[in-house]
C-alpha cells in the first residue's frame, strides 16, 4: 500500500507540473479559462456561475442573459460587487476574478417544466489578450413545485435523479473538453515546402477542420541563400472576413498552396533555408501567435535561363551584391552617360548656359568649366541625398517636388533670371558680402559658383533625371539592403555621368560665347527667351493647355518684333539682318497661328488649327489609348477579368510631370509597329502625377520608384518580371522587350 501511494503521488506531482507548464505558456481555451455552467435552484430560480482561472477576468457589461423558452421571462440578475478597473478598450469598467454566481428570478406561464438559456460573456486574460464574445446555450429542467407526496417514493424518485443526472453531468464534461480542447499548431496548421524546379519552390498548408489561416500574415524569407533570392510572388485570394482583431481580412480552410519563384544569380547547386511565418485561428474565437517554420532545401543546379529571368533593374541590383566597388561605380557612370543622350538632360542645358552667359566679358575657359563643374557636382549630390532618403523611407522624391506652388516658385525664379538677361537689372550681391567673399577667395568673388551650385541642386530636383533601369537598381538596392553608401556611391557616379555633357558645355563656353560689343547683349537676349521657354515648360505641368499655348504664343511673338519682323529692312541690309528678320517673320506667323488656337479652344501648340478641318487627308491613325486604374482592387480586377478572355495585359505607369513618359507616348506608343504588337492586350495606365495613397500602393505592390515603368502580366495572371520595361526605350528595343507568348 505505501509503494502504492507514492506512486499515486508522483502522478499527481507529473501532472500538476504538466498543468503548471502549460499555463506558463500558452493561453488557456475560453472553456478553460472560464467555465461555466448553469442550473435550477427552484422552479422560479436559476443560478449562472463560473469558474474563473487564476490571471483572467471578466467583463460584467459583457453579460447578456436570454431565455429562449417563450413561455418563461428572465427577471433582473444578481450581480455580486465586483472590481473597478480602468480598460484601455471599454474605459471605467466592473470586473469579476476567481468564482462568480449570479442568481436570476423566472416568471412561468401554462406550467413550463424547462428553460432554454442562453448566456453570452466575454473576458481577457491579464497579459492583455483578450477573448471575443463567447456564447453558450443551456437546456434547463426545473423543478416542479413543492406538494405533498409519499416520503418513501420521493426519497426514491430523488436518488433516481440524483444519479442520472451525475451521468450526464459526466458526459457532458467529457464531450465538452474533447470539443474544446485546441489543436498544437503544427496539427492546426501543417507546413510544407519543396522544390519544384531550378527556379520555383512549391509551398503548401493543411490546414485542420475548425481552422483557418490569415493571408494577410503569410511572408517568406531566405536564410543562408547566397545568389538566391524570392521573386514576386501572388499569395491566391480567400474568403473575405470581417475580423474583430485585424478588420477586414482573407481567410483559407483546409488547404492553401502555390509557387514561389527564384532568382538565382549563381547556377550551382546549393542548399536554402525558407523560413516561413504565418498566423491563424480556430473557428470558436481562440488565435495562435505568430508561428514561423524552417525548412531546408537542396536546389538543383541551375540552367542557363537563369540570367534571362531577371529584369534589367534585377540585373543591376545583383551588380551591386556581387561586383567590386571600383567595377560598380565604373559601370554606374558609364550608365549615366547613356542616360545623358535621353531628353532627361536637355532641360539643364539652357539653365546652365543662361548662368555661363549671365557673366558677359567676365566669362573665361575656366570660369565657364568651373561654374559648370560647380553645377553638376551639386545636382549629383542633391539627387544621391534625395535617392538614398527616397529608398530608405520610401518616398519618391520626383513626386515630392512637383506640387503646384514649388513647380510655380521655380518658375518664378527663371522668368527674374531671363529679365536680367534683358538688361531691366543686374543679379549680383550686396556690396558688403562681395567684400567678406573677396577676403575667402578670388573665385568666390561674386558667389557666382554657389549661385550654380543652388540651382544645380534645384534643378535636380524639379526638371532632374528620369526614373531608369540603372536609378531604378540602385534606389532599390539601397531600399532592400539599407546599404546607403555603396548604394549612394552609384548614384552620385551616375550624376556625374550624367552632367558630362554639361561639363563639356562649360569648357567649350569661354571660346564659343563672344567677348564684347553688340553680340554679346544680343547672345543674353537669346538665352533669356531660352530661360523664358524653360519657365513656361515647367507651367505646362499645373496650367491648363490653352493657357499654355497662349504663353507660348506670347513667347514667340514678342521676341519676333525685337527681330524685326514688322520693320522694313535698310537697302544695304546684311545677309545676317536678313537671315535674322526671315526667322523673326517665322516665329511671328507660328504665334499668331498659337493666338487662333487657343481663341478656338485648342490645347495643343503642335496642332493649333485641329478641328477646322482644313485638311482633306485622311485623319492620322489615333494613338494607343489606355484605360485608367486607381487602385490595387480595380487592376487585380481587371487582370483577372483579361485572362478570363484569354488576354495579356500591359500595365503602364505615367506622370504629366515624367519625360520619358511624354517622350514613350509621342515616339514609341504612336509607331504602328508598336500598335500592331500590342493589339491583343489590354492596355491599362496608373497615372500618378497626383502621387495619391492609391498611387503609393500601386508603387509599392510592384517595388517602383516611380514612372515610366511598363509591366507585363500573362493569361496566370503572374507578371512576366523579365520582360519589365524602367525608363524609356526607343521603338525596336520596345518591341523586342514585349513577351514571346502573351500566355
Known sequence: MPLFKIIVLCF????????????????????????????????????ISWDIAEGYYL?????HFESKTGQIRLGEPGFPTGQTKHDDNFGDVVIYRNALNIPVGLTIENGASSLQLSVQYQGCADQGICYPPQKTTFDLKLPTPVVNVDPVKQLIKGAQSLKLNLFEDDQSARSGLARYELLPPDQAFEFFASVKDDHSLHVNWHIADGYYLYREKVQFELINADGVKLGTYDIPRGTPKQDEAFGQVETFHNELDFDLPLIRSSQAAQTITLLAKYQGCADRGVCYPPMSK???????????????????????????????????????????????LTPCIFPMIPILSGIIVGHGNRITTTRAFLLSLSYVVASALTYTVFGIL????????????????????????????????????HLELPKSLQVKLHNSSEIHRDGSLWGAAIMGSLSSLIVGPCVAAPLAGALIYIGQTGDAVLGGSALFALGLGMGVPLLLLGASAGKLLPKAG????????????????????????ILPGNVIMMLWAMLLIFPAIYLSAVDPLPENSSGWRKL????????????????????????????????????????????????????????????????????????????????????????????????????????????????????????????????????????????????????????????KSLPRTPS
Open 390 to 425: 527616397a529608398a530608405l523611407f520610401g518616398s519618391n522624391l520626383q513626386t515630392t517636388f512637383q506640387q503646384p506652388w514649388i513647380i510655380g516658385l521655380f518658375s518664378a525664379i527663371f522668368v527674374l533670371l531671363s529679365l536680367s538677361m534683358f538688361g531691366f537689372y
Open 12 to 47: 499527481l506531482s507529473l501532472v500538476s507540473q504538466s498543468a503548471f507548464a502549460l499555463g506558463a505558456d500558452e493561453v488557456l481555451p475560453p472553456n478553460q479559462a472560464f467555465k461555466v455552467s448553469a442550473k435550477a435552484l427552484a422552479a422560479d430560480r436559476i443560478e
Open 580 to 735: 535674322w528678320k526671315g526667322l523673326g517673320l517665322m516665329m511671328l506667323a507660328y504665334g499668331l497661328l498659337l493666338l487662333i488656337g487657343f481663341s478656338l479652344g485648342n490645347s495643343n501648340p503642335l496642332k493649333p488649327l485641329q478641328g477646322l478641318g482644313l485638311s482633306t487627308a485622311q485623319a492620322a491613325e489615333p494613338g494607343i489609348v489606355f484605360e485608367r486604374v486607381s487602385s490595387i482592387a480595380t487592376l487585380e480586377a481587371r487582370i483577372k477579368q483579361a485572362a478570363a478572355n484569354h488576354q495579356p495585359v500591359l500595365l503602364d505607369f505615367y506622370a504629366d510631370w515624367c519625360i520619358s513618359c511624354k517622350e514613350m507616348e509621342t515616339y514609341t506608343f504612336a509607331d504602328p509597329r508598336v500598335k500592331q504588337a500590342l493589339k491583343g492586350y489590354v492596355l491599362l495606365q496608373v497615372d500618378v502625377t497626383n502621387n495619391s495613397d492609391d498611387d503609393k500602393a500601386l508603387l509599392t505592390k510592384f517595388n517602383l520608384i516611380g514612372p515610366p515603368a511598363i509591366l507585363f502580366f500573362g493569361l496566370d495572371h503572374q507578371e512576366k518580371i523579365a520582360n519589365r520595361v524602367i525608363g524609356y526605350q526607343d521603338i525596336e528595343t520596345f518591341i
Open 294 to 340: 524552417k525548412i531546408d532545401l537542396a536546389l538543383p543546379i541551375a540552367q542557363q535561363r537563369a540570367a534571362q529571368e531577371l529584369s534589367e533593374q534585377d540585373q543591376i541590383v545583383q551588380s551591386l551584391r556581387k561586383d567590386s566597388l571600383p567595377i560598380t561605380l565604373l559601370s554606374f557612370f558609364g550608365f549615366g552617360l547613356l542616360l545623358s
Open 518 to 541: 553688340n553680340w554679346l547683349n544680343s547672345t543674353k537676349a537669346v538665352f533669356g527667351v531660352i530661360m523664358l521657354a524653360v519657365a513656361v515648360w515647367m507651367l505646362s505641368r
Open 59 to 63: 467583463y460584467r457589461n459583457k453579460m
